[in-house]
């Protein structure tokens, strides 16, 4: 059965779906989750803002959200990327929260809009939320408190400025605290490191390739059940390289045995490997080594 989508693309619309007034500004806007209730369909269908949007809520006790159940006893900032579909949880056991939507118009051609693709917990699932404690909540709120009231003033020519700069301190507090969380959740994290070591082990080991084709992000990140953009920031902290370095390097270790270690020809390590055309795998090759397939092969 297709999935049902309602996109909502106006800051106006924002203001039906919650139940509030006329909004102040047209590019973006501040909810109190606590004054104004969800006023949508919770049936099952699944909304697509055009927006950046940025949820902070607090619950009583712990609440499944995603694949785990969390304390959510502090406060937990959720994230989604304009065109991101979601769908509306119940609000029963919300004590505080708000919320931050601003159209990408905003900051179109801005520096922070040169940078958005750096924060790429936008890109999260919602079961790798961010939790902050109160003293990081408070942080938080204070820029959001300064949008809402920049937003609320006559606009002159500093409004929009003042605005972009506020949302920018706000996702470097995310950042910040984002890091804090993979270093704090240590033992966690590190279980996952290990996790995808071995998978990535596990598929290189195999004789041949050829029917399975090149590994991708997604694919172990699937298995791992966390978002490509999420394993990537995490192996990157405790590790220093991104998924896809890590699958290149298995790689390219496993195409230099094979081109030390047999007489294949390089069009056939190449198919071996997943790759569906040999001159892919010999950029690729070159790229990393600084020396072609053949090259290597005669070098050793």
């Given at each position: 059965?297709?999935?049902k989508?309602i996109d909502?693309?106006t800051?106006?619309e924002?203001?039906e779906?919650?139940g509030c007034?006329?909004?102040?500004?047209p590019?973006?806007?501040?909810i109190?989750l606590?004054?104004?209730?969800?006023?949508?369909d919770?049936?099952?269908?699944?909304?697509r803002?055009?927006?950046?949007?940025?949820?902070?809520?607090k619950?009583?006790?712990?609440l499944?959200?995603?694949r785990?159940y969390y304390d959510?006893?502090?406060?937990s900032l959720m994230f989604?990327?304009?065109?991101?579909?979601t769908?509306?949880?119940?609000?029963q056991?919300l004590?505080e929260?708000?919320a931050?939507?601003f159209h990408?118009?905003?900051i179109?051609?801005?520096p922070?809009?040169?940078?958005?693709?750096?924060?790429s917990f936008?890109n999260y699932?919602s079961?790798e939320?961010l939790h902050v404690?109160?003293?990081?909540?408070l942080a938080l709120?204070?820029?959001v408190k300064?949008?809402?009231?920049?937003?609320?003033?006559?606009?002159?020519?500093h409004?929009?400025?003042?605005?972009?700069?506020?949302?920018e301190?706000?996702?470097?507090?995310c950042?910040?605290f984002?890091?804090r969380q993979?270093?704090t959740r240590e033992?966690v994290n590190?279980?996952?490191?290990?996790?995808f070591?071995?998978?990535l082990k596990?598929?290189?080991?195999?004789?041949t390739?050829?029917?399975?084709g090149?590994?991708?992000?997604?694919?172990?990140?699937e298995?791992?059940?966390?978002?490509?953009n999420?394993l990537?920031?995490l192996?990157q902290?405790?590790?220093?390289?991104?998924?896809?370095?890590?699958i290149?390097?298995?790689?390219?270790?496993?195409?230099?045995?094979?081109?030390?270690?047999?007489?294949?020809?390089?069009?056939?390590?190449a198919y071996?490997?997943?790759?569906?055309?040999?001159?892919h795998?010999t950029?690729l090759?070159?790229?990393?080594?600084?020396y072609?397939?053949?090259n290597?092969r005669n070098?050793?």
């Open positions: 059965m297709q999935e989508y909502v693309q800051i106006s924002v203001h779906l919650w007034g006329k909004p102040r500004h590019l973006v806007t501040v109190d606590t004054k104004h209730h969800f006023q949508g919770r049936s099952g269908l699944s909304y803002l055009d927006f950046y949007t940025i949820f902070c809520k619950f009583s006790g712990v499944r959200y995603g785990s959510f006893s502090e406060g989604t990327a304009p065109g991101q579909a769908k509306p949880i119940s609000a056991s004590e929260g708000w931050l939507f990408p118009d905003l179109h051609h801005s922070l809009g040169q940078r958005m693709g750096q924060y936008f699932e079961n939320a404690s109160e003293e990081e909540k709120f204070d820029c300064k949008i809402e009231q920049e937003c609320g003033q006559n606009v002159d020519k409004t929009q400025t003042l605005i972009q700069n506020n949302i301190m706000l996702l470097n507090y950042s910040r984002y890091d993979f270093y033992k590190t279980d996952v490191v290990q996790a070591e071995r998978l596990d598929h290189f080991a195999q004789d390739l050829i029917n399975i090149l590994p991708g992000v997604k694919r172990f990140a298995q791992l059940n966390l978002s490509p999420y990537s920031d192996l902290k405790f590790t220093g390289k991104t998924t896809q370095e890590h290149h390097l298995q790689l390219l270790d496993k195409a230099k045995a094979l081109l030390l270690s047999t007489g294949k020809s390089v069009s056939e390590i071996m490997l997943g790759f569906e055309n040999p001159p795998f950029r090759f070159k790229q990393k080594t600084g072609s397939p053949s290597y070098l050793n």
